[in-house]
């Protein structure tokens, strides 16, 4: 009777904490951290861990590499929440850390979402680190430079975790599918196109991704054969959306990319957010669609509103600071301004043309006037020779030819009357009539 209660308490276990890594060669992820001969596993294999902070978004695999550490190490693992705990409990715990040491045993403290704790909560660890009573393992979602103590944080190395790729959780789902601590004695058949859209649903959060699994199996349609069939529609059921309408690597993913790009070129702000909802409702990484948003501020508005630059900054700092879905507003505003800000190529064109130069012509000359003379040699062959300080003269305007000789004259940047970019246009002329004048001179 007591068996079969163990046995089904373990079966009821969430499929995460069932398929929770034992080893790092169980671990996904992080490959620039533990893969074979990184940093971060060379420390647990020689046994040489010391207090450090995992930074990362959620799901990525903070809690069990810690966890992992612990165990490959031989310590105590205590796990600590910053949530509901405070200074009474910390006390509690670094003295059974002390006296864990008097027998020879060392003590990992993980402390989750650390960034909760506040100064002097976090202070109360600090003589127990820097006297080595403990192996402090932080993790948060939060960036540690703006969170932790300075004090705290100069004691501890930190480790930057990523989201997992698509590829790293399609194999994580599979290996759920097919072992033993997973769905392995039920049978499951799903077609990899619908696992794949589980990735991507998961947006890089392998809990996620095995919940979503879970989820989908539990309410598979169960065959005569005791087998399981997970359909299309029960994940498109389970996740809320229709995933498998967008292929982040596929020719999808670029029709629709390409689609935002050339509605808010087209100054139409209800097709932008509209195909920014698309990427973002099928699992697109807010990121990509914010550099995207940042080349086009750029490429398309240039100097018309210097502003959609600073904007499309923001934008990409808030997705990277929140991430999804809360910074889906954020991408919002960007691309809503980008559509209705005044448009100009002009900067795109004028690299464009000079590119074109550069490249044929690659092997022109600095002309020696514009080049720094740091040696008595360099001085002597005329570097620097004749150079014009602008800030000199009162109109901030000099005669000096900057450009090769084979290009005297070429023009490449060729403002347009388009918003601000209208009053670029009139310093230019007033800058080349000026030019004009004093040539010569």
């Known amino acids: 009777m007591d068996q079969r209660s163990m046995f089904e308490t373990s079966l009821s276990e969430p499929l995460a904490a069932r398929l929770r890594p034992r080893t790092l060669d169980e671990y996904f992820g992080q490959k620039h951290l533990v893969g074979d001969g990184m940093v971060l596993r060379r420390l647990i294999e020689s046994d040489q861990i010391s207090s450090m902070i995992f930074w990362g978004p959620p799901g990525v695999g903070k809690t069990t590499l810690a966890r992992i550490i612990a165990k490959h190490t031989k310590c105590e693992f205590i796990d600590f929440s910053a949530v509901t705990s405070g200074i009474k409990e910390i006390r509690t715990v670094m003295k ?26 976090q202070d109360a660890f600090l003589p127990f680190v820097e006297k080595g009573s ?17 004090a705290l944080l100069s004691r501890c190395k930190v480790f930057v975790l990523h989201a997992l ?3 790293e959780l399609v194999d994580l789902l599979m290996r759920a599918i097919k072992e033993e601590r997973g769905f392995g004695k039920m049978r499951v058949d799903i077609d990899p196109k619908l696992v794949e859209a589980i990735a991507v649903f998961s947006n890089g959060d392998a ?24 359909t299309e529609k029960t994940v ?6 229709k995933s498998l309408l967008y292929d982040k690597n596929g020719e999808e993913h670029y029709n629709i990319i390409s689609a935002l790009h050339k509605s808010m070129r087209n100054s ?12 973002l409702e099928a699992g697109e990484d807010p990121l990509y669609v914010a550099r995207r948003v940042t080349r086009f501020a750029a490429e398309d508005i240039g100097l018309a509103d210097p502003r959609a630059l600073e904007i499309a900054v923001a934008a990409y700092q808030a997705c990277h600071y929140i991430g999804m879905p809360e910074c889906s507003v954020h991408l919002t505003e960007a691309v809503v301004y980008m559509a209705m800000a005044p448009k100009s190529n002009a900067l795109y064109m004028a690299y464009e043309t000079a590119k074109k130069d550069a490249i044929e012509q690659i092997a022109e000359p600095v002309p020696l006037a514009i080049r720094n003379a740091p040696t008595k040699l360099m001085d002597e062959l005329g570097y620097g020779r004749g150079y014009q300080y602008a800030h000199n003269t009162d109109e901030k305007l000099t005669n000096m030819q900057c450009m090769p000789d084979s290009l005297l004259g070429r023009e490449y940047y060729k403002p347009t009357e388009q918003g601000v970019e209208s009053r670029f246009a009139e310093r230019l002329s007033q800058i080349k009539t000026w030019k004009k004048e004093h040539n010569g001179k």
Request: charged fraction near 25%; aromatic fraction near 6%; hydrophobic fraction near 40%.
């Open 207 to 230: 809990r996620t991704a095995l919940s979503t699994l879970e989820m989908v199996v539990l309410n598979g349609k169960m065959g005569s054969d005791g087998g399981v069939t997970v």
């Open 268 to 279: 139409d702000p209800d097709a932008s957010v509209y195909w920014l909802a698309r990427m």
């Open 134 to 150: 403990i192996i402090l393992i932080g993790a948060t979602t939060e960036n540690p430079s703006f969170e932790i103590n300075g």
């Open 236 to 241: 498109e059921q389970c996740t809320s959306k």
């Open 96 to 121: 059974q850390a002390e006296d864990n040491l008097v027998f020879g045993e060392r003590t990992i403290l993980f402390v989750d979402e650390i960034h909760r704790f506040n100064k002097a909560q």
């Open 165 to 167: 790729e698509k590829d």
